[in-house]
């Protein structure tokens, strides 16, 4: 939102740079159980962004004083790799970083079912390892897929996108240069079954009635993410069901 | 910093009739008040109370390097601090992801909204400019510290005076205090922060209560009635209905924090006249 | 001590640059249970100088092993806001805080019960949040206030002022100014009653003679500082106990 | 990490018949496979996996300033994480002793080879040079963390290209991807681990055999046959003609590694494929 | 660390009768010796030792750029490292709060005197000075770290020689081990530690000692007679009379410290000379 | 192995640059218990190169869980003096001194006893006062000796020597000039009774045949440093002997 050129970012035919419309959102695939060792993992890309989430837990807390006797503590890392962004990133956790690590955490915080595993510990690692705009978004995805896979009983999956607002017209699923460019930038995240917003972030310019129908259309590009998460998981249930009839 | 259930059950059963454990109604914020001028040696100084909570700002103006993407601009640090004099469980060393949280909230409510005009803190085009280091720190922490720390950052903005800048008769750049002129401010944003505890939305939630929040929304309004930041906070969720209904109340809100700055902008103060009628 | 201008600190009238003579102190003024959350809380204005502190405790050692089985340890933090100095100050405690730290909190510890309280820690912090020379000092001034404030019983309260050497002159509570181009400064503190040195500190040249000299000086200003003090609590004990009647 | 005693004694009594838990024979490595070109926004890239040990390795070029006596020579910086998505008692926060060291045997490896032509890397002499981040970020660990590495960063550096130098109005520098030539590479380097484990001698040792390893020595082995480095680890030892044999099984199995890479290059791949043929 | 009480008490009942456990007098020092120049690649060196605490100085001297505010002025780095070899509680890691202490107790009296002459230090007037980086290292502690680490720093800065600056073909400046001149010292100092247990005054305590005094009185004493330093430690107090009484004892027992110097500087010594008559 | 110029480091008698002929160590001399506190300790020389190690242990682990039930912990810093080296060296710990007290430690654990010790600890800590080329290597040395010292039971001593190529030349005990213009470095460390190689780097390039016959003339240098080793051990233990004697 800071650079002086300025750039087309949608053309009179309403086309955005990448050829979508407002309210496309770019080519998404998943996949779940990318990881030996974690105990749940999975690999989203979404345009350009490409980010990989593990899950370890529940398990031990070291030190025991932080563990919880009524529940499961939650930790999360969200991690860019230094290779990235266009200029390389130091690997030391920016404040960015820091913001984003807490934000995520307390959306996935909403949907687990911490209560079953006091005093353990979940740990959850978000790398980005492609970040080409709402990586905060794909990392959110890709966590509670890396959740479902490690068998962590969770109410809802989370699914998430950022909403744009360019050249005065909102749009779904800001990629980088937009996001560079753009009025404003809303990321959000929901447990889509409930109809609860579980992140909320503005960064930048809206006016109220805006706001409404950024929502409104984050909660479309939500849905569809949504489904790709369920399928991606009952693709791989069914494999491994047949797998194991196969064993039997 | 486990409250006694039978505490939530209480602000739960009040707030069922639209009252809340300190007499206030569900959109109304403790008593505000707004101290500018409060650090002397400081190029611009606030503090902000929100009944309890006490936040003091003060922004030091300095000479640097521009960033290399932005080599026209004057650059703005928003940093904030958790002394552990404010609270029991602040700890001393680097801010914590509570601070940087809060720091990072403002300091994306003042650049969104453009409200110091950076580009006229250029110095030598591409090779110096202004560094505006706005530090915040909290004092005592009783709820809602985003709302009290913008305030304060915001009031300190505007008392903040800008030193004439003069090179010597080795090109070393020198600021001149005794030649100072008002920061350059395009507009002015504040944060209303709203807590939802019970499917009850409530503004400026105190200590006590943000200890049952189940979430909380933080929205930067601009003067000029444009929402300018959002954060949401907290373990569980809105819907796009509560989203709504709070930028509504912060959009209200907003006008008396607006009143607060103003009134407190007529004359500078003291931190001794500040901090005394904490009693 | 480094500047390399001349200039004039003491006039032919033995006028200091903002008017006092060399005996004089600085206007000062102190109030005590300014915070809510501290357990004791003070603030002291010293001239320009503007220090805050705060007491902690005694309450519980984290982790454990730091505690003392006889006796409660003390912790204690002076540290500057960056917007305390004429340049910001970065706040990662700097070498001199740490060695602050280290002085106030042995100057301290000789006056509080620490046998009272095993186990346990008492935590001070000192924030200055203005600084205009003989920060320690009335960071010192501040602490035993807040100390008394928090009911931790101490032998006596600690009292601070900086003697300086100005154009051979020994000078009463020296401000930043006369800091920076004096021929020395000699921080101390005292428990008054007990006419004990607790704090001393020497930069800068004097004579075996002139170091005796200071000290008595030194002494002059702690005492009428010290009475300051006591008013302070006076003052607040005879509300609150006003206040108490008033409830009974 | 303990692993019960049983299963070192069955690992011992295998290795007395020549072969390993897993199958192998001793001097054979696991299925390997490089992948490059799979971070397309990274001026080079690759991810290399032995057997379920992954490591990607992204390298991006920068501009900087040279070495004070190397005025005439582009930087080259190796560094390696090892996140803690990859393994349970992985942690965050800065690299540990054993990341440090893997990062500093792959760095001489190159270096002592002139892998990289640094000389070729200077923008403007004695001021301006290249600067080559070598990235190195292990995904899944399971065993032979060196060779996976060196692997993948070889691969990476031969599918890097950098981008030209070019001097705004202001004299600043900048990097036009759009025109960017093959870094330049010397000569191909790769790293053979050999395990000592009841006496015998087993190259690419698993996870399960590092667990009872007395001892393992990496070796640098470069195309032209040269050993361009060795690094012992472990708490026990090899005798003199223990490091001769493995010198030996180093320089066989070295040229298998290079076919490997050889192949990799003819085609870019996505790292969609190469993370999911995990399974 | 704790001393059982009943040593507590066979101290203080000796100092009855002027006498300590080590059969010193009140006003004694332990042996002293100071060995210059044992760090031969060091631009000047010096290992003292008192009793068996053993302070080992090294000074590098460097190029760097001025403190904007001292352009004309070399810069003077002193830094000290309680390595962990010295004694049992010392740990790895940034100096802790009596590193840092001690550090600046030596900084100060060097530079409240202008021990060295840092305006002859400059190379290019508010560009390029030298600097003195002046590390202590102790290797064995015993007690009174201060007046030990003081006399090396000491020793060590009249053991050291400039290199000349020149410079070279691209206007880098390099320094010429070869032709090197004495640093320019104008004066010298010492520190006399002077504890107080049981209400007596003692010089130079041992370790024995520290642990139970109940305060210490560091006075760094110049060669011109004057106090140039005072530093209270300990977690007791002083009368003003034994504040006066202790820099009578400094200033008398500083001709002797004055001499240690002096004969030390006669001639160069070894490393291992040094290190080995400590049995 | 970097720098441009080339210096002659072999003339043609085979000689070099300190005179030494290709199979020469330097002058080495060695001492022990030359440190009060330390429950062992030892300074090597070896040409420029000084070197200091003391053992403390074994001793309680602080934190607990960092102990083994089975066999002592055994921790190793391996650490420059900033004045050691030719520029100022930071006091920090470089990565080169993270790596070499990895290896180092892993040296020495090879030898030591550690199951004579569960649950305690013995820390090692190796300070470079000068370095000349070779402080690993006299660093293992000087390690091993203060554990004799410190009366750690131990299989054996460890001694090292670092073996180079100059000009096509294999050289023993490369000091720090011939280790910048050196085709290769290898630092090798036995425990000489059982011809155990239990530290080996290469960095450099060497043919098959160079490393065997690298390793051939590093034992030879690894042999006389262990004959000194064992000298200057028995010179202590007799003169020991000879006191208590004196004592009786």
């Not at chain 1, 419309?21 to 996949?31: A, F, K, V």
């Not at chain 1, 890396?146 to 744009?164: H, M, N, Q, S, Y």
């Not at chain 1, 909102?170 to 409930?194: G, Q, R, Y």
């Amino acid at each position: 939102m800071s650079s002086e050129d300025k750039i087309v970012l949608i053309d009179e035919k309403g086309r955005r740079i990448d050829g979508r419309g407002p309210e496309d959102l770019r080519p998404i695939r998943m996949e779940i159980d990318v990881l030996k060792n974690a105990d749940g993992s999975a690999y989203v890309e979404q345009g350009g962004t490409k980010v990989i989430a593990a899950v370890y837990g529940p398990r031990e807390v070291h030190p025991r004083h932080l563990a919880f006797p009524d529940r499961a503590a939650i930790r999360c890392r969200y991690h860019m790799a230094p290779f990235s962004t266009s200029e390389r990133k130091s690997p030391a956790p920016s404040r960015r970083e820091i913001e984003l690590s807490k934000v995520i955490r307390e959306a996935l915080e909403s949907v687990v079912f911490t209560q079953l595993y006091p005093r353990t510990v979940i740990d959850i690692f978000i790398e980005v390892l492609q970040a080409d705009g709402g990586t905060r978004c794909a990392g959110l995805t890709a966590a509670s897929l890396a959740l479902a896979d490690a068998g962590i009983p969770i109410r809802d999956l989370i699914a998430a996108v950022a909403v744009g607002k360019i050249d005065g017209v909102l749009v779904l699923d800001i990629n980088e240069t937009e996001d560079e460019h753009c009025e404003a930038d809303m990321p959000m995240a929901m447990a889509p079954s409930f109809n609860e917003i579980v992140l909320l972030q503005l960064n930048g310019v809206l006016s109220p009635e805006e706001t409404s129908k950024a929502i409104e259309l984050g909660k479309k590009g939500i849905m569809k993410i949504y489904e790709l998460q369920k399928e991606t998981l009952k693709k791989k249930y069914e494999l491994s069901t047949r797998r194991s009839q196969v064993v039997t | 910093m486990l409250i006694p259930k039978i505490k939530k059950k209480s602000i739960l059963s009040m707030l069922e009739r639209d009252l809340r454990l300190d007499g206030r109604s569900p959109n109304q914020y403790r008593d505000i008040s707004v101290h500018v001028g409060v650090i002397e040696k400081a190029e611009g100084s606030a503090l902000a109370k929100i009944g309890n909570t006490v936040a003091l700002v003060g922004i030091k103006v300095g000479v640097g390097t521009p960033f290399p993407d932005l080599p026209d601009q004057g650059v703005l640090a928003v940093n904030a601090e958790f002394v552990p004099l404010a609270f029991p469980t602040f700890e001393p060393g680097p801010p914590d992801e509570n601070a940087v949280e809060l720091a990072r909230i403002i300091d994306r409510s003042l650049r969104e909204l453009d409200v110091v005009d950076l580009k006229k803190m250029t110095i030598i085009p591409g090779e110096k400019v202004y560094i505006i280091w706005l530090d915040i720190y909290v004092l005592d922490h009783d709820g809602n510290l985003t709302d009290a720390c913008m305030l304060a950052s915001m009031a300190a903005l505007l008392n903040t005076k800008v030193p004439k800048a003069e090179a010597d008769d080795r090109g070393f750049i020198k600021l001149n205090k005794d030649e100072a002129t008002p920061l350059p401010v395009n507009r002015r944003v504040v944060i209303v922060s709203i807590g939802k505890v019970g499917g009850k939305l409530i503004v400026d939630p105190n200590l006590e209560e943000e200890q049952v929040l189940e979430a909380k929304l933080s929205i930067s309004i601009g003067d000029n009635g444009v929402v300018a930041g959002m954060q949401k906070t907290g373990l569980s969720s809105f819907t796009q209905e509560e989203v709504e209904k709070a930028v509504e109340i912060a959009l209200n809100k907003s006008k008396e924090l607006f009143t607060v700055i103003d009134e407190a902008l007529k004359k500078p103060s003291s931190l001794w006249e500040a901090l005394r009628n904490n009693g």
